[in-house]
Each structure stands twice: as C-alpha cells, then as structure tokens.
C-alpha cells in the first residue's frame, strides 16, 4: 500500500483545513487507518484512528470535538477534517495503514505516507 498525504497549507487560528490520504491497492478497504502529527522539535504523536469499516474512530483527547477522521473505501482515501484549529496543531501529519486495528501504536502501522505541513497562525 502507498499513502499520499495531502491538503496540509496555512491557515489562521480558528479556521478549518481538511487533510486527505489517497491510497494505492485494492486492499485499502481492509486496512484500518490512522492520522499523527509531529511538531517541530517533538515526538510524532497520535491524531485519530479509523477501523476498516468506518464505523469506529478514536481521538486524541487534544483534537476530540475539533478534528473528524472519516474514510471513502470506494475512493481508496482517508480524510482528517480539522476545524477550530490551533497554534498548537502546527505540524506536519501523516497517514499511515495498519493490516489490524491498532489504534495509537505507531510501531504497529505497516505503510506511511509522506506527510504533510500545516501550519497554523495565531
């Protein structure tokens, strides 16, 4: 499977952005799907995590309530919509697939894709 992270760019404190991951394989509809972020000078840290079916998602109590992971199985991709946003969600975040749910584990998902750089001003 190969990820590709995009929708990342500028936006101002209290705004909304939404992140897609497109994914390559028929496969993808049994891959669980999760989002994380790493800011600069920090551990890359969990965002969201999606079951295969869509049905389940967990957060990060940081982004519960603002951010929504949700996945399109037909289009092969993953999406992180972020409103509300914060400095402090500045980052650059990645996709990444997991053959079982592991939710938070990032030693455990299988394939990353590239990342990409959202920057939000305060």
């Known amino acids: 499977v190969q990820l590709q992270a995009s929708g990342g760019g500028l936006v101002q404190a209290g705004g909304s952005l939404r992140l897609s991951c497109a994914a390559s394989?028929?496969?993808?509809?049994?891959?669980?799907m999760g989002w994380f972020r790493q800011a600069p000078g920090k551990e890359r840290e969990f965002v969201a995590a999606?079951?295969?079916?869509?049905?389940?998602?967990y957060y990060a109590d940081s982004v519960k309530g603002r951010f929504t992971i949700s996945r399109d199985n037909a289009k092969n991709t993953v999406y992180l919509q972020m409103t509300s946003l914060k400095s402090e969600d500045t980052a650059v975040y990645y996709c990444?697939?997991?053959?079982?749910?592991?939710?938070?584990?990032?030693?455990?998902?299988?394939?990353w894709g590239q990342g990409t750089l959202v920057t939000v001003s305060s």
């Open positions: 999606i079951t295969w079916s869509g049905v389940n998602t």
């Open positions: 990444a697939a997991a053959r079982i749910f592991v939710n938070n584990d990032q030693s455990r998902y299988d394939y």
């Open positions: 394989g028929r496969s993808f509809r049994s891959y669980a």
